[in-house]
């Protein structure tokens, strides 16, 4: 299955500011994830990212608030866009595993973001 | 709600009991059904996947479904400190969209 390398791994940023993750991964990949992993909550799909195309955007998720480029087929960035304490969270890129049988996700090692 | 439910824990076990993660889910469209193994600080893993109800092992770890009662667990065997970790169960109709529960931790203590 594909590796992602994802960073900053983690970071504390000023409320208002902007923080932006990047994902890379190894392999040519067609569809990209980004998750949100909040503490004691499940993970929540916040976009997904083809290349060539808008991201598409997950209930309660806007374009605004949260940016996603997605230049080629093995990088994404996800922005964090004027930052409040409550964006405190994991954020996490992910892929599919490529099994032809089902669909399941590689993920990176995650951002872990606090504002302060 | 919410569409799959999960014992959060903590769940603290000597080192080699048999450990019994569980799940419940709401949706019986449901029909994949996924373990994932997440270490502190790390993203998640995928552990293993089971279609439709049944069992499936794979090692130490047994992956069980029961989609009457819609039920999911996996189970550990000869647990070991190096099983200490948050378990996530999750399940998906086929698609992408994937729902996760939100884990349960796991301390297996030497």
């Known amino acids: 299955s594909a590796v992602i390398s994802q960073k900053p791994s983690r970071d504390i940023c000023q409320r208002g500011t902007s923080l932006t993750i990047q994902c890379q991964v190894d392999s040519q990949v067609t569809m990209m994830f980004w998750y949100r992993q909040q503490p004691g909550q499940s993970l929540t799909l916040i976009a997904t990212a083809n290349q060539g195309s808008e991201a598409t955007y997950e209930s309660g998720f806007v374009i605004d608030k949260f940016p996603i480029s997605r230049p080629n087929l093995t990088f994404s960035t996800l922005t964090v866009s004027n930052m409040s304490p409550e964006d405190s969270s994991i954020y996490l890129c992910?892929?599919?595993?490529?099994?032809?049988?089902?669909?399941?996700?590689?993920f990176g090692s995650g951002t872990r973001l606090t504002v302060v | 709600q919410k569409e799959v439910e999960q014992d959060p824990g903590p769940l603290s076990v000597p080192e080699g009991a048999i450990v019994s993660l569980n799940c419940t889910y709401s949706?019986?469209?449901?029909?994949?059904f996924m373990w994932y193994r997440q270490y502190s600080r790390k993203g998640p893993e995928l552990l293993m996947y089971?279609?439709?109800?049944g069992n499936k092992e794979d090692g130490r770890f047994t992956a069980q479904v029961d989609k009457s009662s819609k039920y999911i667990s996996l189970f550990i065997r000869d647990s070991q400190p190096s099983d200490s970790a948050t378990y996530l169960c999750a399940t998906n109709s086929g698609g992408f969209k994937t729902i996760f529960g939100a884990g349960t931790r796991l301390f297996v203590k030497a």
């Open positions: 949706n019986s469209a449901f029909q994949y």
């Open positions: 992910s892929v599919d595993t490529g099994d032809n049988l089902f669909y399941g996700y590689t």
């Open positions: 089971t279609y439709s109800s």
